[in-house]
């Protein structure tokens, strides 16, 4: 009995003790490409906070021309500023970008496109987690609105820019908690029955069927897309979860740093010879199984026509 006590008291100080290695253990992916970027431009969505951040960070540090596209403007340019200093490159740009909102979006694309001339990198990296049931200003179920349909629409209308400046990469982030998603198209705004943490599965599955589908009708066209799971992260992605966030204190000495979470976007955005696997999902930089539901090539179709068609896109 005095030994299971012994145990149970000294359990936090020997976790604490492990965690270094454990983490190390939990994030063994790191991109070591050593390519530089110089002239290339680059977009990530979500950049003024956690893996966005990061990503945004690397990349500058590599020299390319980088836009933080992102909904809180002020906090954005509080971290291009940041960056500047830390990287010494003064190309890092904020522009404004609500992805719950479609004209926000058209608006950010057409300033986009009539200021650069380039676009090489497109990392769609915003997300929003764990709502309370919610629309966005078109109608959108906020998870299925923002983590799909907002990067799904903001894709479409950089496209030619991208094709335009091949060869180019689209990155998507995804999750692991795509394994419980389902495409339920007679219920995609949830108005029928509705769970938070569900809502996010499906809309990461979404991300997925997505990139596969781009990847299909790219082929050849010189831009390559892929998906990633960053891993579990310290981020503000559970902050409308006050249960998540319990959790995520409660295993922090286990959780990645955004600058872990970062490194399977990096590695998809910059390794170069990665073109044959376009259209894969990546962890921990390495090609990772994806579910039954994500290997399904109708759905894909399917949900890429729905898509067109709530945004108003017309279908090819």
């Not at 990469?169 to 394994?179: E, F, G, P």
Request: charged share 20%.
């Amino acid at each position: 009995m005095i030994g299971v006590l012994l145990v149970l008291l000294l359990l936090p100080f020997l976790l604490y003790i492990a965690a270094p290695q454990i983490r190390k253990m939990l994030s063994s992916g790191v991109c070591t490409s050593t390519i530089q970027l110089p002239g290339k431009v680059a977009v990530v969505t979500g950049a003024n906070t956690g893996i966005g951040k990061e990503t945004a960070k690397e990349l500058a540090q590599r020299g390319a021309r980088v836009y933080l596209a992102c909904r809180d403007v002020q906090k954005g340019e509080l971290v291009a500023r940041e960056i500047q200093i830390m990287t010494g490159n003064q190309q890092v740009l904020v522009r404004k970008l609500d992805l719950a909102d479609t004209k926000s979006i058209q608006a950010f694309a057409k300033g986009f496109l009539a200021e650069e001339k380039h676009l090489h990198i497109l990392i769609n990296n915003a997300g929003v987690m764990m709502c309370p049931y919610s629309k966005t200003a078109d109608g959108f179920e906020m998870h299925m609105g923002v983590n799909h349909l907002g990067h799904f629409l903001l894709t479409h209308l950089l496209l030619e820019k991208l094709k335009e400046s091949a060869p180019s990469r689209v990155v998507n982030v995804s999750s692991l908690a795509h394994h419980l998603g389902r495409i339920h198209f007679h219920n995609l705004q949830g108005e029928k029955f509705y769970h938070a943490g569900l809502a996010y599965c499906h809309s990461k599955l979404a991300n997925i069927l997505f990139t596969q589908e781009l990847a299909r009708r790219l082929k050849g066209s010189g831009i390559t897309t892929y998906s990633v799971h960053p891993g579990t992260v310290d981020s503000e992605l559970v902050r409308h979860s006050s249960l998540m966030r319990r959790i995520w204190w409660l295993f922090s000495f286990f959780i990645k740093t955004p600058q872990q979470g970062a490194q399977t976007s990096l590695y998809c955005a910059l390794t170069e010879g990665l073109e044959v696997l376009s259209g894969n999902h990546f962890s921990d930089c390495h090609v990772a199984r994806v579910s039954a539901q994500a290997r399904n090539e109708t759905v894909a179709r399917r949900l890429w026509d729905v898509s067109c068609d709530l945004l108003g896109i017309p279908v090819d």
